[in-house]
């Protein structure tokens, strides 16, 4: 069954069981319709570019067919978290020994860094074995399998491992970093970079929390989403202006805001 009958019998389903007679109702079949449209749109982009990152810090990493999670059209046009791209940019060039990226995925930013951060040993963790696979595949169509170390889960006690080094630490495990990111408990993590992306969507004010914790001993700054419209290809032009904002959407639920902390002595 093709993508069209799939969301074809999704909807069927909701006009029949009264889903879209509630406002809660529509906005899922809202999201629904969105992400069929967004599949589209990523196919376009693939049948006309190939799977090369067309722009962005990690521009010319060739990507896979289908990311782990979430939408792969903002991934390929390079336009993929926005915000973050000028630290990204930064850190690349800086002289980190290890980079740790826990929630890897398909390892976007594990592979997309080990390609900029050329003296650098990268960990990737993902407690999800396919994710895991993934990110191997990544790292071996991109060279750089030798300098990706791909792990399961990562506990706080091995922060400890990397004592000494000048690490960076990339978060995203959808509220995980609560529990993980105690540098009470962990005391490593007093001396390094971290990049976070708190779930506040699951647990509100979580931001927040996290970002008091490291002020002792960090500089903080809170990144917030923003709608950054990419250059994107000449075709788009032919396309819709909901086709356009689509191409960007990161089918995210709610906010997801980011924290960059440096810890003080690196400042």
Not at 19 to 41: E, M, P, Q, V, Y
Not at 81 to 89: D, M
Not at 106 to 121: F, I, K, N, P, S
Not at 150 to 176: K, Q
Request: charged residues 25%; hydrophobic residues 45%.
């Amino acid at each position: 069954m093709d993508l069209n009958e799939v969301i074809a019998g999704h909807v069927k389903a909701m006009v029949q069981d009264g889903t879209l007679t509630s406002g809660a109702g529509l906005n899922r079949a809202l999201r629904l319709l969105a992400i069929w449209r967004s599949k589209l749109i990523e196919r376009e982009i693939i049948a006309r570019h190939g799977l090369t990152v067309q722009n962005g810090p990690f521009a010319g990493m060739v990507f896979r067919q289908e990311a782990a999670e979430g939408c792969l059209a903002a991934k390929l046009l390079g336009c993929y978290e926005a915000p973050l791209h000028s630290f990204l940019t930064e850190v690349s060039g800086s002289a980190f020994d290890a980079i740790i990226d826990i929630g890897a995925a398909e390892g976007y930013y594990a592979v997309g860094l080990a390609r900029r951060a050329t003296g650098c040993q990268v960990y990737a963790h993902d407690i999800n074995p396919v994710a895991q696979a993934a990110v191997r595949e990544l790292a071996a169509l991109n060279g750089v399998a030798e300098r990706v170390a791909v792990g399961g889960e990562f506990r706080g006690e091995d922060f400890a491992r990397f004592r000494g080094r000048r690490t960076l630490v990339v978060v995203d495990i959808e509220g995980g970093e609560d529990a993980l990111l105690r540098p009470d408990l962990y005391h490593a993590l007093r001396d390094m970079t971290l990049l976070v992306e708190c779930h506040d969507v699951f647990k509100p004010g979580l931001c927040e929390a996290i970002a008091d914790r490291f002020r002792p001993s960090h500089s903080v700054r809170r990144i917030d989403e923003t709608l950054t419209p990419p250059a994107l290809p000449d075709w788009f032009g032919q396309t819709t202006h909901l086709d356009r904002l689509l191409s960007m959407w990161e089918w995210r639920s709610g906010a997801t805001p980011w924290l960059v902390m440096r810890p003080r002595a690196a400042s």
